[in-house]
Nanobody
Framework: QVQLVESGGGLVQAGDSLRLSCAAS????????IGWFRQAPGKEREFVAA????????HYADSVKGRFTISRDNAKNTAYLLILTLKPEDTAVYYC?????????????????WGQGTQVTVSS
């Protein structure tokens, strides 16, 4: 079956960096665009970043531009989200998701497969 498994989250201090990973199995990874979303307590799930099948097109939410970098390694069936200069407002569960839509998708309902999420907690 299809699985997306996030890892790399944790408890960090403001100003630290993290790299989240999303390992995919059970699907042909290069056929999927990958998105990262996050959900903070009491808030709706929000789009963070997305990358197309070969990595030559990326898109970011305005709130994370300049600090977040999405990438993928198709040989490893893995996508990544590098987060620099973490802020307390980045505290959330981070999810990766896969879609067969060609290009970039920012709406959660356009994604078919989702991981279970990884918690990122940033202390001030």
């Amino acid at each position: 079956q299809v699985q997306l498994v996030e890892s790399g989250g944790g408890l960090v201090q403001a100003g630290d960096s993290l790299r989240l990973s999303c390992a995919a199995s059970g699907l042909t990874f290069i056929r999927y665009s990958i998105g990262w979303f996050r959900q903070a307590p009491g808030k709706e799930r929000e789009f963070v970043a997305a990358i197309n099948w070969n990595g030559d097109s990326t898109h970011y939410a305005d709130s994370v531009k300049g600090r977040f970098t999405i990438s993928r390694d198709n040989a490893k069936n893995t996508a990544y989200l590098l987060i620099l200069t973490l802020k307390p407002e980045d505290t959330a569960v981070y999810y990766c998701a896969g879609t067969r839509i060609f290009g970039i998708a920012v709406l959660p309902n356009l994604y078919t497969y989702w991981g279970q999420g990884t918690q990122v907690t940033v202390s001030s």
